[in-house]
């Protein structure tokens, strides 16, 4: 079994920064990808970043240049550091981990584990 807890959220002003974390515990040892996404009041859940082991990171493009994720693998954490905010990243924040060691998560169907999410809310 697999659990992601996530932490970190809060309000912030549009500008501003906030970093989540999560924590994995459970069979990490053998995934290659974790991942944040987000849902948006009234929206679909969506990807946000993810990263490999290897420090390998891809992003969506509303955040890219923004927002910066990373891992320490040694303590199974993952950080999401978020600058520049505007009020259109208000959203519910989520960790994810793969279905499995050799996933690679781009979307939702992808993910295996999900933390119980983190509310970020941006002020204009």
């Known amino acids: 079994?697999?659990?992601?807890?996530?932490?970190?959220?809060?309000l912030a002003q549009a500008g501003?920064?906030?970093?989540?974390?999560c924590a994995a515990?459970?069979?990490?040892f053998s995934?290659?990808?974790?991942?944040?996404?987000?849902q948006a009041p009234g929206k679909e859940r969506e990807f946000v970043a993810a990263i490999s082991r290897s420090g390998g990171t891809h992003y969506a493009d509303s955040v890219k240049g923004r927002f910066t994720i990373s891992s320490d693998n040694a303590k199974n954490m993952?950080?999401?550091?978020?600058?520049?905010?505007k009020p259109e990243d208000t959203a519910v924040y989520y960790c994810a981990?793969?279905?499995s060691a050799i996933t690679l998560i781009y979307k939702e169907e992808d993910v295996g584990y999900w933390g119980q999410g983190t509310q970020?809310?941006?002020?204009?």
């Open 97 to 99: 981990a793969p279905r």
């Open 16 to 21: 501003g920064s906030l970093r989540l974390s």
């Open 1 to 10: 079994q697999v659990r992601v807890v996530e932490s970190g959220g809060g």
């Open 78 to 85: 993952v950080y999401l550091q978020m600058n520049s905010l």
């Open 31 to 38: 995934f290659y990808d974790m991942a944040w996404f987000r």
């Open 25 to 28: 515990s459970g069979r990490t």
């Open 120 to 124: 970020v809310t941006v002020s204009s």
